[in-house]
């Protein structure tokens, strides 16, 4: 199976995003076929958005990635889906794992906090951690966004060749006569 049909077949059909209601404000938008294609540039694209986006400390990360997926006209179903990396059973480690590594490139002291996904926690805690917890998140997702960029390239690359040669060894099977004879 070729990475685009394993891609086809398990992304949400067209329709899904076009009549979901937190989507509709993007209107007419939604129906430029570049954000549907499903090619090497398209798909690594989408990826890479989802990731990126991922990494963004704010609740919209979906809707800004699929804002941004269309503004660059990649994949958007692929941008929607890998900015799902974070959910509420990942938040957590991601996050604190950001504002770790952005505390120790500001040389700030890490503090011991518990990270939540609510209003309250974003107007009382926020505000005393955003700029290593931004750092760390702009880092984790530049790299993240630049990995799953490679990956889907290389991979993409791979099942390419992969096919060439099947098409090759079918070719060279039809010239020798069909097969091995005795």
Sequence with gaps: MSL???????????????????????????????????NRHSSAGGVSVGLF???????????IA???????????PLAVVFAFITNPLTFTPLFFLAYTIGSSLLN????????EFSFLWFSETFI?????????????????AAAGYTAVRLLWRLSLVRKWEERRLRRDKQNNGGGDTA
Excluded: M, Y
């Design 4 to 38: 685009r049909t394993f891609i086809k077949r398990h992304l949400p059909e067209r329709h899904v995003f076009q009549d979901h209601r937190h989507l509709r404000f993007l209107g007419i938008l939604l129906h430029d076929p570049n954000i549907w294609h499903l």
């Design 53 to 63: 986006c991922a990494f963004i400390p704010l609740p919209v990360q979906v809707l």
């Design 66 to 76: 699929a804002a941004a997926a269309i503004l660059l006209r990649v994949n958007l």
């Design 108 to 115: 700030v002291p890490v503090k011991n906090i518990a990270f």
């Design 128 to 144: 005393h951690i955003w700029e290593p917890l931004v750092l760390g998140c702009a880092i984790l997702g530049t790299l993240s």
